[in-house]
Every structure is written in structure tokens, then in C-alpha cells.
């Protein structure tokens, strides 16, 4: 069995039914994965040869490469939606009560921080004037930010925690996508050097993610989901290149996956 070292956000659902299944068996692998509580712990530990693989939002991706000088390519993006909303506490019932409050967030400077800045920059707020960020890591981390009163919102998916807490949604990043792509990255050099098992890797992701959602085992590869997002990142003046998803991803392990499929 060949060995690969895996970080993803929240659950790993895809990665949990892979190993139930026998989808990573079928491929000769023994698969760590860890569930991280933290993007820039996640990417560091990517960037130092940690993790093989990580599951995380292509906007990380972009951030690292182009700010921090890592080699990172998506291997993998999967049509999806955000799922995440702009929750608040209780007392901030328009944006204009965000104003002079901090917010909380995994990331500054990538993730679901960039469409949050567009969401406030559309109210007519200014980050550094109006409000701030403080770093705290993953949902729950947030949400307990929200608790503690050290944060007054932050993007959080789907939480009957949060809702138990007298929190609310005041806005939504899903309206700001018509397409949104899940994303899977590595190192550049990693991939060359590791084809064959990143290929096996991406092949039983396939197939665990058509058997949790009844659909099929070889979607295409979201180009336009990554465009998008890296649209945001450009509106929010963020971007230091061209919206061109190719700068970040290459989909020729997952066709070579997708193409396995049948056999």
C-alpha cells in the first residue's frame, strides 16, 4: 500500500467514504488524512512537504503563489457552491451596525475573506474605516469569536449552533456566483514526481464523491467555477495577475483519473 499524507476542512466526508467503500484500498492506498483547523497551517504544511495533498478553497492557492512564492497547482476542481453565509450576532441587524466592529475570519487575505470584502464594499464599507478582521481559523473557531463578543460576524456555512445562539444571516456569498468550484491542490513538483499515485488518489475521490451523491463518477473539470473566483479576488483588488484559472490548475491527472473510471 502506498502511503499519502491529506488535509481537508471540516468532516472529509468524501474522504471518509472513500475508506469505508474501499475506494482507496481498490487503489493500493493508505490515506492520513487531517482535518485542519486552519488555512495557513494547512498550506504551510503543504508547502513543507506535510501534507501530499490538500482539500481547500482555490483561493488559498492563488494567495500562496502569488504572495508567498509557492509552487502549488489545483489538480481537482469539483463544481459546487460556497455554502456560506454572512452570520452576525444578535444586536447587528443592517450593515451599517457592522461599522467600527471586527469581524472574524479563517484567513485575511484569502479564502472566503475575498468574497466577504466584496459583500462589504457593496454595503459602502471600507476595511482598515468601517471594520477589521481578526484571524481565529476554521467555522467553529469563529462562531466562538461571535460568542465571546471578539468578532460581531463571519462567514459560516449552514450551523444550528450558531442559529441556537441567537445569531443570524445577514448576507449570503452564494449570490455572487453562478459558478463556484471545490478544490484539491499539491505541489507542482510533487505531482510530476508522483503522477501515478495522485492519479490513483483523484480516482477513488471520484468515485466516493458519485456514491454520496448519486451522480456521476467523471464530472468535468470546473474551469469556470475557478475563473470566477479569481474574479473575486481581482474585483477586490487582491489579484496580482490575469483571471486565468490555467496559472493555478492543470486538469491532466484529473482526466487521466476520469478515464480510469470504467475500468
Known amino acids: 500500500m502506498d502511503k499519502l499524507r491529506v488535509s481537508t476542512f471540516g468532516g472529509g466526508a468524501t474522504q471518509a467514504a472513500a475508506a469505508k467503500l474501499g475506494f482507496y484500498e481498490a487503489e493500493g492506498l493508505e490515506v492520513d488524512v487531517d482535518v485542519t483547523q486552519s488555512s495557513k497551517d494547512q498550506m504551510a504544511k503543504l508547502v513543507d512537504g506535510t501534507w501530499d495533498v490538500v482539500h481547500t478553497n482555490a ?117 455572487l456566483y453562478t459558478h463556484y468550484a471545490g478544490s484539491t491542490a499539491t505541489r507542482r513538483e510533487w505531482a510530476a514526481a508522483n503522477a501515478d499515485l495522485l492519479v490513483r488518489y483523484l480516482r477513488a475521490q471520484l468515485r466516493a464523491a458519485a456514491s454520496l451523491s448519486g451522480g456521476d463518477a467523471a464530472p468535468s473539470f470546473a474551469w469556470e467555477g475557478l475563473r470566477e473566483m479569481i474574479q473575486t479576488r481581482e474585483d477586490v483588488g487582491w489579484l496580482r495577475g490575469a483571471v486565468d484559472p490555467r496559472r493555478f490548475a492543470d486538469d491532466t491527472y484529473f482526466l487521466r483519473a476520469a478515464e480510469g473510471l470504467a475500468g
Open 59 to 175: 483561493d488559498n492557492v492563488v494567495w500562496w503563489c502569488e504572495d508567498n512564492g509557492a509552487d502549488l497547482v489545483i489538480v481537482m476542481a469539483a463544481e459546487s457552491k460556497p455554502g456560506q453565509d454572512l452570520w452576525v450576532r444578535p444586536e447587528i441587524e443592517t450593515y451599517e451596525d457592522l461599522r467600527g466592529k471586527v469581524l472574524a475570519v479563517d484567513a485575511a487575505e484569502s479564502g472566503y475573506v475575498t468574497p466577504l470584502r466584496v459583500l462589504l464594499a457593496q454595503a459602502g464599507l471600507e476595511e482598515g474605516t468601517d471594520y477589521d478582521f481578526v484571524e481565529v481559523g476554521t467555522t467553529h473557531l469563529r462562531i466562538d469569536a461571535m460568542r465571546e463578543s471578539r468578532a460581531y460576524g463571519a462567514m459560516v456555512g449552514s450551523r444550528a449552533d450558531a442559529a441556537a445562539d441567537g445569531f443570524r444571516v445577514l448576507d449570503s456569498i452564494n449570490r
